[in-house]
Nanobody, 115 residues
Framework: QLQLVESGGGLVQPGGSLRLSCAASGFTLDYYSIAWFRQAPGKEREGVSCLSVSGGSKIIADSVKGRFTISRDSAKNTAYLQMNSLKPEDTAAYYC????????WGQGTQVTVSS
């Protein structure tokens, strides 16, 4: 059964860092592109970053350029989103996403940036 499980969210002060994890099971992550999305309260879900099969990464959200980095660990079959210099406007539920014949979403992990 294909599954995505996010972890690593929490409460962090402005300027801090977090690393989100997306553990994949039921398939080999290396063979597919994967993306991170986020959804803040009252807002639509937006793409943050994606990582292609070849390893090329793309930042989708202009607001996170230079601060967020997507990566993948093949041995752990896990994708990551390293988030630095966090701002209150980064507060959202973060989801990983993949398409294998159909869309799959993880359950999400909450990130709250507040002093």
């Amino acid at each position: 059964q294909l599954q995505l499980v996010e972890s690593g969210g929490g409460l962090v002060q402005p300027g801090g860092s977090l690393r989100l994890s997306c553990a994949a099971s039921g398939f080999t992550l290396d063979y597919y592109s994967i993306a991170w999305f986020r959804q803040a309260p009252g807002k639509e879900r937006e793409g943050v970053s994606c990582l292609s099969v070849s390893g090329g990464s793309k930042i989708i959200a202009d607001s996170v350029k230079g601060r967020f980095t997507i990566s993948r660990d093949s041995a752990k079959n896990t994708a990551y989103l390293q988030m630095n210099s966090l701002k209150p406007e980064d507060t959202a539920a973060y989801y990983c996403y993949i398409v294998i014949l159909r869309q799959y979403w993880g359950q999400g992990t909450q990130v709250t940036v507040s002093s």
